[in-house]
């Protein structure tokens, strides 16, 4: 396994007001800390497919070289539900968006674009808590008792990702998708969706923090239910806020091995070691980060995130015997 920075976290999304750099300044920072790849995150203002042109294209693959430095992944926040009004081309422009997402990483020899199946910007969508056992994804009505809108948003989405993934094929590329809400909303959705989109370019991206449960077994089980599938990880870590009487009422992304990361790394590892798993592990920091002082964090916090993190995982994957890269701390 190799080691690769995502650069969202360097795009200002979740930073101090004007924090935030270049793609071309990313790559220099992953190079520098000793990342053996960058992952491209292909939104404004990092790396918009119709903001990288050709001759764009070819400068960043010139810069990649000289930085030793692969494309381990072009990552896009995708939602393939069609529009809530009949004039309203949610998911046509979804389908546009993927298809340069995927010509951007074929241009640059990424290989994988990752992708998620619905994605509100939340965890589930202002209706889901209005569901009969399914989540609902309109209000409450006979059509949601019935489950006919969950069903119908499924196959929405399951049209949507088989024709990304013929086009995926076509151009030589594999798409990742990506376990998360919702309507892959755990990983036996997941590879249902991907069974019946039944097309094998897209395969999996597993991310740990994202499992439904930390069970060492449930770890070991899921990962190998993704033999074959899993082409891409993420490796952040999340961390719940306690209340008094030890209920949760918030969460935060921390840094992996970290005091408060409370995963299990070196099970998952060795999980994804005896699968033959063999891809990228992507640090990415893509929650606000709240630093001392109570204000959001800076460029330096996410250059200290980075850092500790490739540290992190090159120890654990060196006890391992699985590091397959060749950069240098």
Known sequence: MKLS?????YGGYFTAPGER????????????????????YAHRPIGFPLDLDADRRQRLKELAQQLDLEFGAV???????????????????????????????????????????????????????QGYGAPAFESRSRRVS????????????????REVALYARDQGVTLALQTHPEIT????ETLAMIEEVDVPSLKVGLDLPL????????????VQSMKGLMVYSHTISLAKSLTV??????????????????????VFLQACRDIG??????????????????????????DERYIESLRFFRALLAKLGCYTGHKKL
């Open 5 to 9: 920075l995502d650069s969202i976290g």
């Open 21 to 40: 750099v270049s793609l071309e300044e990313a790559m220099k920072r992953a190079s520098a800390f000793g990342y053996d790849a960058v992952c491209i």
């Open 75 to 129: 990552v896009c926040c995708t939602n393939f539900v069609e529009g809530n009004h009949v004039l309203v081309y949610a998911q046509e422009k979804e389908i546009l968006y993927v298809r340069s997402a995927i010509d951007l990483a074929r241009d640059l020899g990424a290989g994988i674009v990752r992708v998620m199946a619905a994605f509100y910007g939340y965890f589930q969508n202002p209706y889901a808590s």
């Open 146 to 161: 019935r489950n006919e809108d969950f069903l119908e948003t499924w196959h929405q989405v399951r049209l949507a990702l």
């Open 185 to 188: 909303g755990n990983n036996e």
């Open 211 to 222: 499992f439904e449960s930390f069970e060492h077994e449930f770890v070991r089980q899921t």
């Open 245 to 266: 009487g030890g209920a949760p009422y918030s969460w935060e992304e921390v840094t992996p091995g970290s005091p408060r990361d409370t995963l299990p790394w070196e």
């Open 277 to 302: 798993y063999d891809g990228c592990l992507s640090h990415e920091q893509c929650s606000p980060i709240i630093v001392k002082g109570h204000k959001l964090g800076g460029l330096d916090t996410i």
